[in-house]
């Protein structure tokens, strides 16, 4: 299955609504328009947000995870990027652990461990088997808990499996590498990106060090 084939797929996917998953809005069609080319660095993110049509790749929205990510590249690590073609020109390129939004009370919520964990095995394994990046740089709570459930299916290369952490706080900033497809990968947990969380300052620091160790 090519990247087309592989994105068509999941904008059709309701397997969440098969599984009961109530809380989930799915299908959603918003999936990377662009196809990734030599990726160096992916960053993953947690589910694009309720009550919008557009996400991180529709530069007709001011999407607030693009802007931030933007800012870090721009700010403390000197990349000129002001748009998605600067991006991944770059080398860059983002996925969403989870591909729909959750809702509860009609507000926006986080996704469920089951929901992770599904779209996790069903989805962004395959994403991250296509793209082959050199590392990877895991954005906030929900994409390391999809990590955790992958790491499972791959072959991580640590003695203790709990050495990166139960919690963000215990696993941000740790280099993990991990055999994916006969490929060694580079993982770096790290916070979401907004100026309103207390460490957001360490996030470009992350990114540095996943940087230096893949030679990027």
């Known amino acids: ?118 779209c996790a095995e069903c989805h962004l394994k395959r994403e991250i088997e296509h793209i082959k990046p050199e590392g990877v740089c895991l954005l906030g709570g929900t994409a390391l808990r999809g990590f955790l459930v992958l790491r499972n299916l791959w072959d991580m290369q640590v003695q203790n499996p709990w050495e990166v952490g139960r919690t963000l706080s215990e696993a941000a900033g740790k280099m993990l590498e991990v055999k994916i497809l006969d490929k060694g990968i580079k993982f770096i947990p790290s916070y979401w990106p907004t100026r309103r969380h207390r460490k957001f300052h360490e996030i470009s620091e992350h990114i540095r060090m996943l940087m230096e160790g893949i030679e990027f």
């Open 1 to 118: 299955m090519n990247w087309n084939e592989l994105q068509e797929e999941i904008k059709r996917c309701k397997k969440c609504k098969e599984e009961g998953n109530c809380e989930v809005i799915c299908p959603d069609e918003r999936v990377p328009i662009s196809e990734p080319r030599n990726v160096k660095l992916l960053f993953i993110s947690e589910a694009p947000p309720l009550n919008s049509h557009y996400y991180f790749y529709n530069e007709n929205s001011n999407d607030r995870l693009r802007n931030s990510l933007f800012e870090l590249l721009r700010t403390d690590l000197s990349y000129e990027i002001s748009a998605i073609s600067d991006f991944i020109a770059a080398g860059f390129y983002l996925l969403p652990t989870v591909k729909c939004p959750s809702a509860r009370n009609g507000r926006n919520a986080a996704p469920h461990g089951k929901v992770i964990k599904l």
